[in-house]
């Protein structure tokens, strides 16, 4: 109980704070009317594949992805490239080898021309990751492995790949996941792989991480920690995705404490995850 009181105390403090510096979070509805009315803008969908992870992110002349989903969801992130003409993809970063992380990236190699991509240093014998090795060779690509924080730009986003700190780790898969920090203008997205709680900690101790983002891919499909509730308020997001499905929900604690720091929620469950932004404005839209 004493805890309990301390962390409601700490959330009461934070979310005070907020409203006293003036935030500038947008409720649900004013973010589906605040369209960017500027020509520079990125725009980053999240895919609904069922719990895995697909983020693809495009300004005017350049796409990335983090994570392709599943082996058998690869076709939602290829039939909307095509769709949108994207033949190309500037980089491919695989956070961890999960399956539902790295499941589709060789159907995606097959298909699309992919310049570069990161992977973080460790190794894996699943079958998903296997298949995921024998397209890269197929497409004589070497992906680079992160073991130091990584940083490239084009056309106006910077994004900054954060590796692991830890030759070993309790949860082996998960806390290899490179954490992507992405800045567009004044707007922040932070993209934190499937960590738990050893690496979460390593990124409220990383000395030049600022952890405060307005858009947050909430690590680990909503799975809660110990130190879940520390996270999320350093984090304090405006907005917050988490990739899930309807079998397999975001834990309510998760929920509960983004509810009290304010942020809205979206679950890729209930459709695809749309946010476009001007550097300035941010609009959500939500597809099933």
Avoid at 31 to 42: D, G, H
Avoid at 126 to 151: C, D, F
Avoid at 167 to 193: C, I, K, Q, T
Wanted: proline share 3%; hydrophobic share 35%; with cysteine.
């Amino acid at each position: 109980m004493r805890k309990r009181r301390q962390w409601c105390l700490l959330l009461g403090i934070a979310l005070l704070l907020q409203v006293l510096a003036g935030c500038s979070g947008l409720s649900k509805e004013s973010r589906e009317t605040a369209r960017p009315e500027s020509q520079a803008e990125l725009k980053v969908t999240f895919f609904d594949v069922g719990k895995g992870d697909a983020v693809l992110l495009e300004t005017e002349k350049h796409a990335m992805l983090i994570d392709t989903g599943y082996d058998d969801t690869a076709e939602v992130i290829l039939d909307y490239l095509e769709a949108e003409n994207i033949g190309t993809l500037d980089y491919l970063i695989i956070t961890h080898f999960d399956k539902d992380h790295v499941g589709g990236a060789d159907k995606v190699l097959e298909e699309v021309r992919v310049e570069k991509v990161l992977q973080p240093d460790y190794e894996s014998d699943s079958r998903q990751t296997e298949e995921y090795q024998e397209a890269l060779k197929k497409q004589g690509i070497t992906p680079v492995r992160v073991t130091e924080t990584a940083g490239f730009s084009f056309q106006g986003a910077e994004y900054t790949v954060y590796p692991p700190r830890q030759e070993d780790y309790e949860e082996e898969d998960n806390d290899f996941s490179l954490v992507v920090s992405l800045v567009f203008g004044e707007e922040r997205f932070l993209f934190a792989g499937d960590c738990e709680k050893e690496r979460l900690s390593e990124l409220m101790a990383e000395p030049d991480l600022d952890l405060r983002h307005q858009v947050l891919k909430v690590p680990h499909h909503g799975r809660a920690e110990k130190n879940s509730d520390k996270f999320l308020l350093a984090v304090s997001p405006e907005a917050a995705v988490i990739t899930c499905s309807e079998e397999k929900e975001p834990d309510r604690e998760i929920l509960e404490i983004l509810k009290q720091l304010g942020t809205e929620v979206y679950l890729t469950s209930e459709g695809t995850v749309v946010c476009v932004t001007d550097g300035n404005t941010l609009h959500f839209d939500q597809r099933k």
